[in-house]
T-cell receptor, first 112, second 113 residues
């Protein structure tokens, strides 16, 4: 079983609408959680990094939240644009573990 | 700065052939990584190098070898390619192996027939 589960697998929204993507993890002991955006045919690009002590972090129209007690994170996208169409990947690292566990991603499509 | 570069972009191999994927970064990063990405699955770590002169196995190292040639370059070698190694391969780097931002290359799409 993957230690990082993302939902939904895919999502279609209209341009200008907001959406929230979910990430649940079992990686322990927790070190940090990252959200990446991956455009089709390209490498992932970092959006946010959060450590245990942070429960929210923003990057423009992207806001990530973290609840380390329930082991859940969300990525909220405000006022979506066509260029937001991409896969969004949640990545969790364990403390003192040199491995990062990647979720399978949520495929977001923004339609005009 | 070019960031993280990978060559080749595409490659088709026959079963049993060998090849080396090249990766270079110009950000003076200490740590470098090789991942594979398969449909419906998250990226999986093949090997990483926390610093020049060191390499360690990741989650799926079987069938691969790596070389940290110098601080800039980290190569991935397939000695005898198998169809199960058909995937997209990504190289990445970070300044240090902690909470630093990880930068990815554009990927190499490999097909093994």
């Amino acid at each position: 079983k993957n230690q990082v589960e993302q939902s939904p697998q895919s999502l279609i929204i209209l341009e200008g609408k907001n959406c929230t993507l979910q990430c649940n993890y079992t990686v322990s002991p927790f070190s940090n959680l990252r959200w990446y955006k991956q455009d089709t045919g390209r490498g992932p690009v970092s959006l946010t990094i959060m450590t245990f002590s942070e429960n929210t972090k923003s990057n423009g129209r992207y806001t990530a939240t973290l609840d380390a007690d329930t082991k859940q994170s969300s990525l909220h996208i405000t006022a979506s644009q066509l260029s937001d169409s991409a896969s969004y990947i949640c990545v969790v690292s364990a403390y003192n573990n040199n491995d990062m566990r990647f979720g399978a991603g949520t495929r977001l499509t923004v339609k005009p | 700065n070019a960031g993280v570069t990978q060559t080749p972009k595409f490659q088709v191999l026959k079963t049993g052939q060998s090849m080396t994927l090249q990766c270079a970064q110009d950000m003076n990063h200490n740590s470098m990584y090789w991942y594979r990405q398969d449909p419906g699955m998250g990226l999986r770590l093949i090997y990483y190098s926390a610093s020049e002169g060191t390499t360690d196995k990741g989650e799926v190292p079987n069938g691969y070898n790596v070389s940290r040639l110098n601080k800039r370059e980290f190569s991935l070698r397939l000695e005898s390619a198998a169809p199960s190694q058909t995937s997209v391969y990504f190289c990445a780097s970070t300044a240090s192996h902690s909470t630093d931002t990880q930068y990815f290359g554009p990927g190499t799409r490999l097909t093994v027939l």
